[in-house]
Structures are given as C-alpha cells and as structure tokens.
C-alpha cells in the first residue's frame, strides 16, 4: 500500500485528530464510548475526512465511524460506488421500509449478523465547512449510514444479534 506524505504542520499547534489512523478492533472501549458533535470546522477536519476515505478505502469498506478509528466525534465517511460522502454530525430524519440483510463491521472482522434496517432514510448532516445539508439514500447506502451512526451512539453489529463467532458473549 503507498502511503503519501503531507506536509507536516507548523510547529506550536495542537492538532486535535492524529495523522495516523489506527482501526480499533471490538472490544476496545472507545467503541462504546459517547460522542461529542464537531464544533470546530477547521483544516485539521478537512484533513482528518480525506484521511478516513482513504483509510476506508485501503480496508476495502463501504462505511467508516470516528470511533473506528480512536475518535469520540460524530463524523462519518461512506463510498457505496456512488462518490464519496463526508458527513459531520449526521442525523436521521426520516426513515421507511425494512430488509433483513447480513451486515459485517472493520471492527469486528469475521463476525456478521443479520439486521433489519430501514430501506429509505433522509439523513441531515453538516459538509467539511460546517454548512448543514439533507439528502436521501436508500438500499446499501440507507443501510450503511444506520450502520456508521450506529457507531456514533456506541451501537455494533453484535447487539443485534449474536455474531457468528460469539466468543466475548456472555
Ligand atoms: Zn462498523
């Protein structure tokens, strides 16, 4: 996998998200963790979303959570083969329909679970500047973005039902 170095940044500023990503794996506890809204919609943001696509992409998902990745903020990425989408604070709407599908997780390798989502939502988020937006999304990409915001409030595949190797059950 290449790896492409950016320019690093002015000495003397804190960066809030780490340049680094590093996939945590269930049960690692920020999984479960709360998440805080972004409120600051600045550059290292801007950087810190590009980063999850790319990362998304190198682990070959459809769907990526902050939390994933170390995170405690409410932002998502997500490429079902339609374009990339970066979503800051997203929320759900509206929501209709309903399909049982199997579903896997990055961060619980191996395990899948059948789950019923909605087939239709209408998601509110904000884009990288902070300025909000609305669409709809149905299918695959419906089911993925109920899946990432799943991880915002803590959520996994495994609560839905027990995963196919269901060693941490109790
Ligand atoms: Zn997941």
Do not use: W
Request: net charge neutral; proline share 8%; aromatic share 4%.
């Amino acid at each position: 996998m290449g790896s492409k170095e950016k320019a690093g940044l002015p000495s003397g500023k804190a960066n809030l998200y780490p340049e680094h990503l590093d996939l945590r794996i269930y049960p690692d506890p920020v999984l479960r963790l709360e998440t805080s809204p972004v409120i600051l919609f600045d550059r290292e943001l801007c950087d810190l979303l590009e980063n999850m696509l790319g990362f998304m992409k190198a682990h070959r998902g459809i769907g990526l959570a902050a939390p994933q990745i170390g995170i405690a903020r409410r932002i998502v990425v997500a490429d079902t083969g339609q374009g990339p989408l970066k979503l800051v604070n997203p929320e759900i709407v509206t929501q209709a329909g309903g399909e049982i599908m199997p579903e896997g997780c990055l961060s619980l390798p191996g395990s899948f679970a059948r789950i019923r989502r909605n087939t239709h939502v209408e998601v509110k988020a904000r884009d990288v500047r902070g300025k909000p937006f609305r669409f709809e999304a149905v299918g695959l990409l419906a089911r993925v973005l109920q899946h990432e915001i799943d991880h915002l409030n803590g959520k996994l595949i495994c609560d839905y039902n027990p995963p196919d190797h269901a060693g941490d059950q109790p």
